[in-house]
């Protein structure tokens, strides 16, 4: 099963690496951004690699873990224009963007039908709220109401987060192997 990343920062590199310690093996990161020193507090990003391309360190990163990966990087900010193509070998796409606008265009742009997986409401430090809802061919894990603007990201609450994201893909591989 091949995993496709919209965002490679805070949701995008934890739902990452918990895939590739899971055993999935294919991904394709998509990102223009770089890492920055605010980010290391709950990205899977280290101090040396501030000024790096996120999908080029990520990828070193998670090749680290498991040197067998297939992992496709493209430094590419996402618009209406490329998702579909950047995306169209992807079983499931992992939606990690930040603004409202970028989520509700990666969802209007991708092929019909095929699995997001994404969040919503990840600030704060509150656990007790996350859950999960399915609206169409996407599921949301998040709390729902907090919003970044309002209150500091965790890494606490954003690696809760991306644990329910990253069993929701992998209950999808599950689904695939299935006879």
């Known amino acids: 099963m091949r995993v496709g990343f919209a965002g490679v920062g805070g949701i995008g590199s934890n739902v990452a690496w918990m895939l590739v310690r899971s055993g999935l093996q294919e991904l394709v990161l998509v990102d223009f951004d770089r890492v920055e020193a605010g980010n290391l507090n709950r990205q899977f990003y280290f101090a040396d690699q501030v000024g790096q391309f996120k999908v080029e360190a990520l990828a070193h990163n998670l090749s680290r873990i498991k040197p067998q990966l297939a992992i496709r990087i493209e430094k590419e900010r996402l618009h209406s224009g490329n998702s579909a193509l950047l995306f169209s070998d992807c079983d499931v796409v992992v939606e ?21 997986i994404s969040a919503c409401g990840i600030a704060g430090a509150a656990l ?32 809760a987060v991306a644990a329910h994201m990253a069993a929701l893909v992998m209950k999808e591989a599950g689904k695939r192997h299935e006879p």
């Open 96 to 116: 990690g963007l930040d603004g409202r606008e970028d989520k509700k265009m990666l969802l209007e742009s991708l092929n019909h039908g095929q699995q997001v």
């Open 128 to 159: 007790d709220g996350i859950l999960v809802r399915r609206i169409g061919h996407c599921q949301v894990v998040g709390d729902f109401s907090s919003d970044c603007a309002h209150a500091p990201l965790f890494a606490h609450k954003v690696s």
